[in-house]
């Protein structure tokens, strides 16, 4: 059964001027002008042949007169309601993809971020849409996910200290015999543990920004940036009878600077504060098959083989002692003092903030302990630019 559009209906449908409404009516109006054209030219050149034929002079148009016929007229008004119609159903199947890529973009920014578009089989602009949202939602994911592990471990952290910091003013407010000496004591314990509070919190930072992605890819080498890192660390690694043997070879990438900077000052930081006193750190970076390779090996502790993919987990250490950042009477550790930003100091973050700057690099991660103690940790970057749509890392440590 067919049923009938009222015309107010109508008129409300055209007001709406969706996109398939303004391709039918363009389709429809485009067979019109050329239709009412070629009318026209056709009439003029019946006329002109009339008049020759006859010898005389006619100035009858096409539209008046003898040629014009009602039955030619209504049949060219009935194709273009025709052509009107036509017009409809062709853009409806062209933009039957927009349509489903207009509800499965609804779905994903409802329901999550981990589906994807997907569309395969296409070669077209439609195709390129589809690809350019998959890239939008895979970087609002590693942006949403980034801001979730923030929040997580700054509120699981954060926990401690605030303790230790009510605790201490709750025993000093509780003493009725405190002296200025011991309140003075309680002061700086509370400080140190403020400072270490702001250190955990540019660290949890780092690793946010880390884990969003690369803003501006840029040319980068690895082998000056590892040399600048170590003329930095030079001190803290001699204050602890540390030798590092550096072989710096140029190591051509593309990424971001800044987070590739973070990152070997992580490992460095790492391989120095979980060394041996007197021990050794080896660091070299080199090419290989058109990879940027970085590779920073030191002496320390025995780590069992199981455990080292852990220690590139947030807030995860071996052994079951914090390193801490205050001694008892309440004085921040000089190394810890030295530190900047974005740095992890003792808080299991800084191998956790390599991973996730190897994983917007594109870059290989591979780490495994040494037989004889310590950790060697390998990086691989790709020498051309390889964006990342996620902050996912699709890396290993072994």
Do not use: K
Not at 233 to 238: C, H, K, Y
């Amino acid at each position: 059964m067919v049923s009938l559009r009222a015309p107010g209906s109508v008129f409300r449908l055209l007001r709406q001027r969706t996109l398939r409404t303004q391709l039918a009516l363009l389709y429809a109006g485009a067979f019109v002008v050329l239709g009412v054209a070629l009318l026209a030219v056709t009439g003029l050149l019946v006329g002109r042949g009339s008049t020759s034929a006859s010898g005389g002079t006619s100035h009858q148009s096409f539209f008046a007169g003898r040629h014009f016929q009602v039955g030619p007229a209504l049949a060219f008004a009935g194709a273009a309601l025709v052509a009107l119609a036509v017009g409809w159903l062709i853009a409806g199947r062209l933009l039957r993809p927009l349509r489903t890529i207009t509800a499965t973009a609804r779905d994903i920014s409802v329901s999550n971020l981990n589906q994807r578009l997907a569309l395969a089989g296409r070669d077209d602009e439609f195709s390129e849409l589809g690809e350019t949202l998959d890239g939008l939602f895979g970087r609002l994911e590693a942006s949403f996910e980034s801001q979730r592990h923030f929040v997580a471990n700054a509120s699981h952290e954060l926990r401690t200290p605030l303790a230790a910091e009510r605790t201490l003013l709750q025993v000093a407010l509780a003493d009725p015999d405190a002296s200025a000496e011991s309140l003075r004591a309680t002061c700086v314990q509370v400080l140190a543990l403020g400072d270490q509070q702001e250190r955990l919190i540019d660290a949890l930072l780092t690793l946010a920004s880390s884990e969003r992605g690369v803003d501006e890819w840029q040319p980068l080498d690895l082998a000056e940036i590892t040399g600048t890192v170590l003329l930095a660390r030079q001190q803290d690694a001699q204050d602890r009878g540390i030798r590092v043997s550096a072989t710096l070879a140029a190591a051509p990438a593309t990424g971001d600077p800044g987070l590739a900077e973070c990152l070997v000052s992580n490992l460095v930081d790492n391989a120095i504060r979980h060394n041996l006193d007197g021990g050794v750190i080896d660091i070299s970076t080199t090419t290989a098959d058109g990879l940027a390779i970085l590779s920073v090996t030191n002496t320390g502790p025995d780590i069992p083989p199981a455990e080292v993919g852990r220690l590139f987990e947030p807030f995860q250490r071996l052994g079951t002692e914090r390193v801490r950042t205050a001694d008892r009477g309440g004085h921040a550790d000089a190394h810890a003092r030295r530190q900047a930003p974005g740095q992890a100091v003792g808080y299991g973050l800084g191998l956790a903030i390599v991973r996730a700057i190897a994983g917007v690099h594109n870059a290989t991660l591979a780490a495994h302990a040494r037989p004889d103690g310590g950790l060697t940790v390998e990086l691989s970057f790709p020498g051309t630019r390889q964006p990342a749509l996620n902050s996912s890392p699709a890396n290993s440590a072994d």
